[in-house]
């Protein structure tokens, strides 16, 4: 089937045609988000799908990854926290009014999504069970259980990033104490990368880039590469922290197999060595030889594949 | 139906005919467990059986829960911690074998046994998703979802027990850090609490236990409920560290009912009020009007009860 899969971002909209069959995109186009009104917003949408798929003959239902929380089925989206004037929104409906041409709208939250597309054709093609993190502004996350998406009581399931290292720990946007994310997060990862800097003062590359405060975790990666030691140190920690909880994910659903994609996670072994070892030394013995931490292999194509896919789930 | 179900402790087992149809026990019997080899132990616990149905028309199919791990069809008994010269041992072959009257024997894990009772006819009862928490000499687990014992890839999910709650904290039995069984087990929650008392001497009803170390959560609870603010204190943070642990479940699988047995539970508000509190400033923000911790309401009777209902799952 070639299907259109829309990848809703808080900086752009991915639109992809995807062969289903294989998880190959045909074509792909991305546009600025427009920050307008959900119902607004949804007629831009259609005019840039039109775009997208010039003419192409694609399957009448369209998928639609959007980052945030949504409804049990799937209809309407809830305060996405990239789009603040939008509440409790019937994107679905709004899109369809908008697309006549398409029988079928398809929505569905943007990890899962994710998820669905590195199960069929990426990493965790042929497996049963995995947990996939995205390691971005937040740390997003979905459970392939069983074959399929797990989604718990109202759809929400699969926030790894609000995992707990730390019960006592950093504030997390959340209103938790210690969640991963408090660690992990873009944001939070280079204030405290910053901070450590600021309190040691280190000999590193990334001191002009912290004096300026303009650090970012693709710098912190780079320099890493580059043989910098403490932007080896930070990455190897935040490893450690990522393992961790894992490990208590590992424990809790007995699933071997974490797939981790995104921004601090292109650092590679750099943060994947610490993070297997910290995994493998949290988990039970009879664990220890099985758990696999593995990285992402769709990249920034999941959110268009995935979303293609979710129109035959 | 009426169905004989077995529930294997390390210290006795529990035999009851059970009306499947409604979870009451018509009746039940208790013998001290047998410390043999598990095809031995297979023939005493047949005798067992004989003597606890005493006549009565059962069916054909026994249900059996066991502690520890098994493999993932349920034949295979894992090192169970109990039987501490058990292997993997065949233990459904045996009991079948010493049990020829009997044309099927079906075994599954006795957290995951007591979890399917309190969905039936506990405090789970109409619910899709909740969390079973066992808190005694172990904290166990049982995650209930989409209305089904939740597995993972080998069988082994629901170990709450060793979810994190401090990465950098006490060491836990199973090797990893701040687990809250660390601090919630029976042997763990007594030494916490006892260096405690050592440590700041306060004045506490505990002390005479405390020094012929003697104490056991029991009595913590009793002299809790009695005023003892001492008792009352470590109660108290029992519970904080359990809302923290099940804040983290909550979001990870959308669950919002945490359904707590078993021992440090049995002190009541005194663990759950502080739980609560914790669970609730712990979840997301449209989780907290949601999340509810409650106690179960089978007490010991659902390893039995929820081992005569395996036979039908």
């Known amino acids: ?41 949804a007629q831009s949408l259609a005019e840039f799908v039109r775009i997208a798929i010039r003419g192409r003959e694609v399957s009448p239902v369209i998928g639609i990854g959007v980052p ?25 409906a709004y899109i369809r009014e908008a697309l006549p041409e ?8 943007d990890a899962k999504v994710a998820t669905l597309a590195e199960a069929r054709f990426g990493a965790g093609r042929g497996e049963s069970h995995f947990l996939l993190i995205t390691l971005g502004t937040g740390v997003g ?7 399929a998406i797990f989604r718990g009581a109202t759809g929400g399931a699969g926030e790894f990033g609000h995992v707990t290292i ?37 000999d590193t590359l990334l001191a002009e880039l912290f004096d300026s405060n303009t650090c970012e975790p693709e710098d912190i990666a780079r320099f890493a590469a580059a043989g910098d030691e403490f932007s080896r140190t930070v990455l ?11 490990a208590s994910v590992a424990k809790l659903l007995d699933i071997s197999l974490f797939i981790v994609g995104g921004g601090i ?30 990285p992402a292999m769709l990249g920034p194509s999941a959110g268009v594949i995935g979303a293609a896919l979710i129109t035959a789930e």
């Open 1 to 41: 089937m070639i299907t259109v899969g829309v990848d809703i971002g808080g900086t752009s909209i991915k639109i992809g045609v995807v062969d289903t069959s294989n998880g190959s995109i045909l074509q792909s186009t991305s546009f600025p988000t427009p920050h307008s009104p959900a119902r607004n917003f």
């Open 68 to 92: 945030g929380a949504m409804n049990a089925d799937r209809t309407l989206v809830r305060n996405p926290p990239n789009f603040p004037g939008w509440k409790e929104e019937p994107l679905a």
């Open 102 to 109: 398409f029988a079928t709208v398809v929505m569905d939250n």
């Open 141 to 147: 996350g979905g459970i392939w259980a069983d074959n």
């Open 166 to 202: 730390d019960g006592n720990g950093d504030l997390c946007g959340c209103g938790a104490k210690g969640c991963i994310e408090a660690y992990l997060g873009r944001s939070y990862f280079i204030s405290r990368s910053r901070r450590r800097y600021l309190d040691e003062r280190p």
């Open 236 to 246: 190897a920690e935040a490893g450690v922290m990522l393992g961790i909880a894992c």
């Open 265 to 294: 996670a292109q650092a590679g072994d750099l943060v994947f060595a610490s993070a297997r070892s910290a995994l493998r030394s949290n988990v039970f013995a009879h664990q220890r030889d099985v758990v696999r931490l593995v």
